[in-house]
């Protein structure tokens, strides 16, 4: 296959020389096009650019004098080169020229030749490595297009330098990443483009390519890279750099693939941080408190120092979830959460530890005793009333003081007799801290028994009912019963429910163990009806979760049902202090029981808040007088005043009485004395089983 050479020279001699020389090429076929002056070459290269260059048309070289008739110098060569920069120019120039034929090279052409140099032995030769040379030059440059396009399309930033850790190339990726253009950044040093940091300590760290380069090997880098761009904005990054080997296997540089991770980095930051803090509250939850506690009891033995651990627990914390809702329990305990943090110092760790329980670490106190200051300061901000929406709530705490070392050398034990302190301070009257002592931790035990026994009372038959007669004072005969469970322990005995009632509302059991109360009293009461006995009201104490348990009505009605009973002989009792702690709801459900049938009684009344305007619009049928009333009310005149203004009440609202706790025959008298309908105490009788309850009926009937 022949090659087009344009030849451009006006010397005729001279052109004839090179034609020749050509000609004699055994290789290659050259058809060597000849023009005398520079304009005519430009019209030929501007007609052959629009043909590949090895087409039939197509120009393969251009050979040219600098020193035309039309033009002369480096100019020459400027023109032609601009009109055809693909096509390899080799300047023929005389000796004296030659310092103008190296400029040239300079501006772009492949070589020069001294016209004294033409000849038929070396001139092909020549020619024909320029020719290859351009050629092969093309294949890598079409290679080197299609490898920037491949890097430019993947997602990662890719970097490499030389030996020395001079930048060489970045892709587009880099490039955005880095805010460095590839012409601005090469030849720059490494760590001019690349800055990065640790960003756990915050300090400059040295690049991955010049370990890569120093070490000959593949690294990476610490998870914790932070890239430092142009602008100074930072990117967290992961970063892999490997060496460049030459064919001898020499390094000769390094490359580098980096990418951003701020997002994946984040996500991972923040699925930490929710595994180790209350989603609620977002304090530190158990797994966090575990490890400062381990931590600071680590540190506290090192420098024989004490710390200590407050368990506090808000107190009747169940009442605002049963009357509000768990919305508003939610934002309570927000509220706590924040008192919390409030009261204690930066360094300590106030924990959520579940529920209504936090726990206080206090890193680091001097004696036992300054833990009261910072007790003292949770009882107080925690007392002062809690807006929660439209509501304004009061709460207490009970806190329990665990002290290391005097209480406990390691974690476990010292949080778990922490628990036992809060427990007595609940038990003994709330609203109060308490240090732990060791007599407490068999308490706890204890009462850990009774939980674990509850859970198997129903399903073992464990429970019983007892019955407390109601009497009419004026004829004494027995005209209802309260059911009153009882626990009978394989172990304890008969268990009163004082004892375990309140166990069963904190663990959860009291829902299960009412609605066997309610089917229990009710199939007796209609028990009692079929053996021929008088009708007597069955009354069932009622909790705050059963009433609001949101099937309690269905319940009701289905014990009625399966037992027989009708339902104006079941009487359900419920504490004033509940009833006014949601009104609203309440009314709704005690209506819908009224339309049943069923009667509402309200127990303990007068201890409560309730006011005349609230009974009025309530379906109640009975106030039963608290006992605390009727006890003294022989010995003071405040509780006599208390007992006769129920009574009156009662008449005026057309509401069944009846005076709890009546233990003798003085209160009796005075009972009777002042047209008090019915009574109840052990003057009557204490609550028996249903055998002897019969008994009593058949006794008065």
């Not at 070490?215 to 967290?236: I, S």
């Not at 033995?301 to 809702?325: C, E, M, T």
């Not at 007892?466 to 004494?476: A, N």
């Not at 003085?666 to 009574?679: M, Y």
């Amino acid at each position: 296959m022949s090659q087009n050479i344009l030849l451009i020279e006006d010397d005729l001699s001279y052109a004839t020389a090179v034609r020749q020389a050509l000609a004699c090429s055994n290789n290659l076929v050259y058809e060597v096009e000849w023009v005398k002056h520079c304009i005519e070459g430009l019209e030929r290269l501007v007609e052959a650019g629009k043909q590949e260059r090895h087409s039939p048309n197509g120009i393969a070289a251009v050979l040219t004098n600098l020193y035309l008739a039309d033009s002369h110098g480096i100019g020459t060569f400027d023109r032609l080169f601009c009109a055809a920069p693909q096509v390899p120019i080799l300047v023929l120039s005389a000796l004296q020229d030659e310092d103008v034929a190296k400029l040239a090279v300079q501006h772009g052409a492949q070589d020069y030749l001294l016209k004294t140099k033409v000849d038929t032995a070396s001139f092909p030769k020549v020619l024909a490595s320029i020719v290859e040379r351009v050629a092969n030059a093309e294949v890598r440059f079409g290679e080197k297009e299609c490898a920037e396009a491949t890097l430019n399309s993947i997602g990662d930033g890719v970097m490499s330098t030389d030996v020395w850790g001079n930048v060489t190339y970045l892709n587009a990726v880099a490039e955005s990443m880095t805010g460095w253009s590839r012409i601005e950044a090469a030849g720059c040093p490494l760590e001019e483009i690349f800055r990065i940091i640790d960003a756990t300590i915050g300090e400059a760290v040295e690049s991955p390519m010049l370990r890569a380069i120093r070490q000959n090997r593949t690294v990476g880098h610490t998870p914790n890279c932070v890239l430092v761009r142009r602008d100074g904005g930072e990117a967290a990054i992961e970063v892999s750099a490997a060496p460049i080997h030459d064919r001898r296997g020499h390094v000769t540089g390094a490359v580098m693939v980096f990418h951003d991770v701020s997002a994946a980095r984040a996500l991972s930051t923040r699925m930490a941080h929710l595994a180790q803090h209350d989603s609620l509250t977002d304090l530190p939850n158990r797994i966090l408190l575990k490890d400062r506690l381990t931590q600071s009891l680590a540190l506290a033995q090192r420098h024989r120092k004490k710390l200590a651990v407050l368990y506090v627990d808000v107190d009747r914390f169940k009442h605002i979830n049963d009357s509000l809702g768990h919305g508003i329990g939610d934002l309570m305990l927000r509220s706590v959460a924040q008192r919390l943090l409030a009261c204690v110092r930066s360094s300590d760790t106030v924990s959520r530890h579940g529920g209504d329980e936090f726990v206080v670490l206090l890193a680091d106190v001097t004696q036992a005793e300054d833990a009261i200051v910072s007790v003292d300061k949770i009882l107080l901000a925690l007392s002062a009333p809690h807006r929660v929406e439209r509501h304004d709530l009061s709460i207490t705490a009970s806190v329990g003081i665990a002290i290391y070392p005097d209480d406990a050398t390691d974690a476990g034990t010292l949080m778990r007799n922490a628990d036992f302190a809060m427990l007595h301070a609940k038990n003994n009257g709330r609203n109060s801290y308490q240090f732990f002592k060791p007599e407490m931790n068999m308490r706890a035990l204890d009462r850990h028994s009774l939980e674990n026994g509850l859970r198997n009372a129903l399903d073992r038959e464990q429970l019983v009912l007892h019955y407390q007669p109601k009497i009419d004072l004026k004829t004494g005969a027995v005209v209802g019963a309260e059911a009153l469970v009882r626990w009978r322990h394989p172990e304890r005995g008969l268990v009163l429910p004082s004892q375990f009632i309140p166990v069963a509302e904190e663990c959860g059991f009291i829902v299960p163990i009412s609605r066997w109360i309610l089917r229990e009293g009710c199939a007796q009461a209609r028990a009692w009806q079929n053996a021929g006995l008088p009708a007597v009201s069955i009354a069932i104490n009622t909790s705050a979760v059963e009433l609001r348990s949101g099937d309690f009505v269905a319940e009701v009605r289905a014990a009625l049902v399966e037992s027989g009973l009708e339902a104006r002989y079941l009487e359900l009792e419920l504490t004033e202090m509940f009833l006014m702690q949601d009104l609203k709801t309440t009314s709704l459900v005690l209506h819908e029981l009224k339309s049943m049938g069923v009667h509402i009684a309200l127990d303990d009344f007068g201890t409560g808040y309730s006011s005349l305007r609230y009974l009025k619009g309530l379906p109640i049928d009975t106030l039963k007088i608290d006992q605390s009333f009727v006890h003294d009310l022989m010995t003071d005149d405040s509780d006599a005043s208390v007992v006769r203004a129920v009574i009156g009440m009662g008449e005026s609202l057309h509401m069944l009485v009846v005076a709890e706790g009546v233990e003798t025959r003085e209160q009796l008298e005075f009972l009777r004395e002042h047209n008090c309908p019915q009574g109840q105490g052990f003057y009557f009788s204490q609550p028996v089983i249903a055998a002897e309850f019969r008994q009593l009926l058949e006794s008065t009937g």
